[in-house]
């Protein structure tokens, strides 16, 4: 889900940290630099190279980015994209047969023979539909007693839209009616750059207007100016009219352009080969973080040296699907990938249990999965989030969590946790710099974003550095080097979300930030243990008898 960073406080836009004034900013490059040598909490990339990693052997190794896709023609990325040589670019023919046709750099979910998914419902929407068809026009009375918990929650999501449509639409009134004001303001000053001197003692013949100059003192104070606004506040309009009109609408549905059977979550081969589609700022971001071609005097330098980006498109403008995800994950360990980055999440799930198989079979073919913790400034340990490593199938013989598993949590620049990002002393496992990270996107472009989303493929780079230059070690001692190696935060910190102090230690179960450098000397101590990586084709480990679950 996209958030934009805008808030109205007491009558005044506060606009996101890159337009407001700073004491100071981020470093270039910092999520790669040394706590000591550079001042700045990050994970040590440059020393490794420079102290560890001189004068030693790799092993390249393939990482999925499960997300929006990936630009594979960026002039940072395009070295370095993972290529299918069993199969033969164009000619329609699924020459490996491993179900998917000219797979050439990975494989696109969310498609069809006709088009992309670009927009689509939140699972609270998609969740809500389900249960009206099911109890609209129904009694409560007449239900039984597993009926009645449905019906209940079906009361609490159906409140909870209603509440979210109504706050968006609000939003897009306030938005787009400041915008009116601004252009309104210009026009009786007279001019289009207004600055702060224009504002003062200006008393506008509209008394409406004066909200609009009251704003625009405010910001323009900070060194905004009025084009970045205006800019601020389009896309809020845009933000908010894609939630009403897209995420918190039960009636919209693009899932025809795929054109799969949606009820079988363990269908395969839908999809197409479009691994980019029409939005892939996020993965290409991503995928730039992991592993952006090192010191050739473009760009960025990613994290790790020795990879192979495999774009695998799962993740719409909204939330991303159950059913997908799940086959997302299935298709990267089938054509043999050793990291799993998904910089995705949300509050609610349709099939717990095709992802939950998803993560066994990553799990038994020794695939590490990193999962963003999510930008709701929530606890994980006391609320939802989605997907995760704790199995909803228990037993005696089965494991309560998957052990091939990394949750993490953003950090600033400036040593603390971002004040978005989700925590959790049980749920989420360290952190890692997700503040301000420069990264690629797509045409050949550079940007910086913030969120969990960003920390995930920094971890899941040096998770790559560690199984590249050791690849006798498992995915879960690679998992345990990088949660024992991390490099532990002794202060106090402000709890996200909140005006609360707590010890930065109480945030994770590591109460560390990942480390690249430490990582690699607590490697080179490990005894290897994997077994020789090899392709599992077909996926028939995996899929089971097609049995109707429940919505969970």
């Known amino acids: 889900m996209k958030k934009v960073k805008l808030a109205l406080i007491g009558g005044a836009l506060i606009m996101g940290s890159s337009l407001l004034a700073q004491p100071e900013s981020a470093p ?109 026009g129904v009694d409560p009375e007449d239900l039984n007693k597993k009926e009645k918990k449905e019906y209940d929650r079906y009361m609490e999501i159906k409140e909870t839209i209603d509440t979210q449509r109504a706050e968006m639409q609000s939003n897009v009134e306030f938005y787009s009616g400041l915008l009116d004001k601004i252009n309104l303001l210009k026009k009786e000053i007279g001019k289009d750059d207004i600055t702060s001197e224009d504002l003062e003692g200006f008393e506008p013949s509209d008394p409406d207007l004066m909200q609009a100059v009251a704003i625009l003192q405010n910001v323009l104070g900070q060194g905004t100016t009025v084009p970045e606004v205006e800019e601020q506040l389009q896309g809020g309009v845009e933000y908010f009219s894609n939630s009403l009109n897209y995420g918190y609408n039960p009636d919209f549905d693009p899932r025809h352009i795929v054109g799969d059977n949606y009820d079988d979550s363990y269908e395969k081969g839908y999809g197409n080969n479009d691994v980019q589609g029409p939005d892939a700022g996020h993965g290409t971001h991503v995928a730039g973080i992991i592993a952006a071609v090192r010191n050739n005097d473009v760009g960025m330098n990613g994290v790790a040296n020795d990879v192979r980006i495999m774009s695998v498109r799962a993740v719409p403008d909204g939330d991303e699907r159950d059913k997908d995800v799940a086959n997302a994950i299935i298709y990267a360990v089938d054509n043999g990938a050793s990291i799993i980055n998904m910089s995705f999440g949300k509050g609610y799930s349709w099939d717990k249990e095709a992802v939950d198989k998803a993560v066994r079979y990553a799990e038994k073919h020794d695939v590490l999965l990193v999962h963003a913790a999510g930008n709701s400034s929530q606890d994980n340990d006391a609320s939802d989030n989605f997907p995760n490593d704790v199995y909803e199938k228990q037993g005696i013989f089965r494991p309560k969590g998957a052990d091939n598993w990394l949750e993490v949590g953003a950090l600033s620049w400036n040593g603390g946790p971002a004040t978005f990002s989700n925590y959790g002393q049980g749920k989420v496992d360290l952190f890692a710099p997700g503040v301000d990270i420069y990264s690629t996107v797509p045409e050949s472009d550079y940007a910086s974003y913030s969120g969990t989303s960003m920390a995930s493929p920094v971890t899941a780079g040096v998770a790559a550095l560690v199984r590249s230059y050791y690849p006798d070690l498992s995915a879960e001692q690679v998992r345990d080097i990088l949660m024992e190696s991390v490099v532990p935060l002794d202060k106090e910190v402000t709890l996200p979300g909140s005006d609360e102090t707590v010890p930065f230690s109480s945030l994770s179960v590591t109460g560390g930030v990942v480390n690249a450098a430490e990582a690699l000397e607590l490697a080179s101590q490990t005894k290897g243990k994997a077994k020789k990586k090899r392709r599992i084709r077909p996926d028939k480990e995996y899929r089971g008898d097609k049995e109707k679950k429940d919505r969970a």
């Not at 490996?96 to 069809?112: A, K, L, Q």
Request: hydrophobic residues 35%.
């Open 28 to 136: 270039d490059n910092w999520f790669n630099l040394d706590p000591v040598a550079d001042g700045v909490q990050g994970v040590s990339t440059e020393k490794a190279y420079k102290e560890f990693l001189k004068g030693k052997e790799s092993e390249t190794i393939i990482v999925a980015v499960i997300d929006s896709g990936v630009d594979a023609d960026h002039e940072d990325l395009a070295e370095i994209m993972w290529v299918n040589t069993d199969e033969i670019p164009g000619n329609g023919i699924d020459d490996d047969g491993n179900g998917y046709v000219d797979d050439i750099n990975g494989w696109n979910f969310i498609g069809g023979a006709d088009g992309n998914v670009a927009e689509d419902t939140y699972e609270i929407s998609r969740l809500y539909k389900f249960y009206q068809e099911k109890f609209d």
